[in-house]
């Protein structure tokens, strides 16, 4: 029953987020609405940015179930972006708070498995090694984020489905060009 708990947490931050901003909620204000206690908020959590960083690991999670290979990237990106928009109120009272790394934080470790995933697909069988996979997976990691975090930092307005199909015409071809490179 522990995870009722963490998820009746996490509907609470989402909610009172649609009502005021980051810095002006309280363990309080979250343990009233939930109505529980202090303390059963202090078994699960050290804070409210663990509340959050927890949130932002089971949304990522639940993001990309079975959309890391070469064919699905794409579907997998789709999926980072109707995660992100699906909580925006969220994401961007967040991102505009001082926790704002912890919404880049979120988005590196989504990006980075899904184009590992691409990459370990598209290396097998070659010489590449481990240390040039990652840095392959973390350059294109770079450059999504980069487009996700101006995506978000403009209010989310862009059609996301337009941005993916410039990334990906973007990118077609070029992880397995990157690993023939390097071997």
Request: aromatic residues 12%; contains cysteine.
């Amino acid at each position: 029953m522990p995870n009722l708990t963490k998820y009746a947490l996490e509907a609470s931050l989402k909610k009172l987020l649609l009502s005021k901003p980051l810095d002006k909620i309280t363990i309080n204000d979250l343990t009233t609405d939930c109505g529980i206690s202090r303390m059963a908020f202090y078994y699960h959590f050290k804070d409210i940015y663990d509340l959050i960083e927890w949130i932002c690991v089971e949304d990522a999670t639940k993001a990309l179930q079975g959309k890391k290979t070469y064919d699905s990237w794409v579907e997998g990106l789709e999926q980072i972006f109707e995660a992100v928009l699906e909580n925006k109120p969220f994401i961007l009272n967040v991102y505009h708070s001082v926790s704002r790394e912890q919404i880049e934080n979120y988005l590196f470790k989504l990006t980075y498995d899904l184009i590992r995933g691409v990459v370990e697909e598209k290396a097998a069988g070659s010489r590449i090694s481990e240390e040039d996979k990652q840095f392959i997976a973390d350059f294109y990691k770079y450059g999504f984020v980069g487009v996700m975090l101006d995506w978000i930092k403009q209010g989310m307005k862009e059609d996301y489905h337009e941005i993916v199909e410039k990334m990906s015409t973007t990118l077609r071809g070029n992880v397995t060009n990157s690993i023939r490179n390097f071997e």
